[in-house]
């Protein structure tokens, strides 16, 4: 493999935009899905956030594939939920846009703390970035069951090795942490612009 497993997802991160700025459903996805295989590499402990993310980015695809030109822009099914006061609804695209995006504040701050304390275990690493993302709109048992989960995180260094390929693992992280957060905050704000920004899960 030709630099490290972020590379695809710093290349198709370019694309995420249209030229006018406004953020695209497909290519959003599939940055998106291009971190998965990222996350492959925490084997146990990060089975439940993949699977999560995972069933977020299907069931926004398959919405988007219904009609790839009205839904070409990511926030136009939102909108229309909001519009057919369906968004807060359980299967809602909104509710997959919420979790996804909250899914990769998670990943985002997690690859932080991985490159800002290098004296930190993996699994502190997660605990850290867990409290200030996911934790305080997770109930009682996702947080517990988080937790029993970070207990399996991988070491450290043998996942920095994994991910970094032939290329330069902390750079790759450092670029994916700084292009990819201002897409998640668009995704906070309009999300808050609807008033839906705060919902916590069923």
């Known amino acids: 493999m030709e630099g490290t497993v972020f590379s ?21 996805l599939d940055v998106c899905k291009l971190i998965l295989p990222v996350i492959e590499k925490f084997g146990a402990a990060m089975a439940i956030v993949k699977s999560d993310i995972g069933g977020n980015i299907t069931r926004l695809e398959n919405k988007y594939l219904s ?30 846009l919420l979790w996804l995006t909250r899914a990769m504040d998670f990943l985002v701050e997690l690859f932080r703390n991985l490159i800002h304390h290098q004296d930190w275990s ?19 048992l996702a947080s517990s069951s988080f937790s029993v989960a970070m207990k399996l995180a991988p070491d450290r260094k043998k996942f920095l090795d994994v991910v970094a390929g032939n290329g330069d693992a902390n750079s790759d992280i450092e670029k994916f942490c700084t292009t990819f957060s201002p897409f998640l905050e668009e995704n906070h704000k309009f999300l808050a612009s609807v008033g839906l920004d705060d919902l916590k899960a069923s």
């Not at 935009?17 to 695209?24: A, I, R, T, W, Y």
């Not at 009205?70 to 509710?95: F, P, R, W």
């Not at 993996?122 to 009682?140: F, P, V």
């Open 122 to 140: 993996m699994s502190q690493a997660c605990t850290d970035a867990y409290g200030k993302t996911l934790k305080k709109w997770h109930g009682w």
């Open 8 to 28: 695809p997802a710093l290349e198709g991160m370019k694309h995420v935009k249209s030229e006018d700025g406004v953020m695209l459903t497909k290519p959003f």
């Open 67 to 96: 009609s790839p030109t009205k839904y070409i822009h990511l926030y136009t099914m939102v909108q229309e939920e909001v519009d057919a006061k369906t968004a807060k609804g359980s299967s809602s695209c909104t509710n997959g």
